[in-house]
């Protein structure tokens, strides 16, 4: 029996880190045999693509080298999964994010696609609550949406 192949959607932003996180925590490694982590970029979009992720805040602002954050991206998402088990494959498409998800699962025949619900917050031209949302009803297979985990106060040591 071959594993599934999941599709792990990131936009750059740290609730798509949680969101890939999430899945982790309680998939079993044994029953994946792929995981493709996709970023899209909007090519005629104000925003493309913003890396919250990157360590350095200033290596946000330096370009509006959209494919570039969504390397960078895709980097801190694939090292949650670095020695996990599963191969992992990184993808850079270009154009409408739910449109280019459904596509690539389609195309690959994805088992899962885990995709985060508020990704880039009211701020952003595009929510991507509503990416999630157009996924869900069209996507070729089951999909996992996680929502922001409410923050804790924080306790002063």
Known sequence: MTGMHVIITTD????????????????DPDKISDISLIAVVRPLAAVGFSDDLAPSKASKFESLDFRKAAESALASVAAEFADWGPKVHKKIRSGSPANEII?????????LIVVAAGGRGLSETVLMGSTAQRIQHYAPCPVLVVRPTQRKPRRKA
């Open 12 to 27: 750059g932003s740290r609730q798509s880190l949680q969101a890939a996180r999430k899945f982790k925590s309680f998939a």
């Open 103 to 111: 596509k690539a699962a389609s195309q690959i025949g994805a088992g």
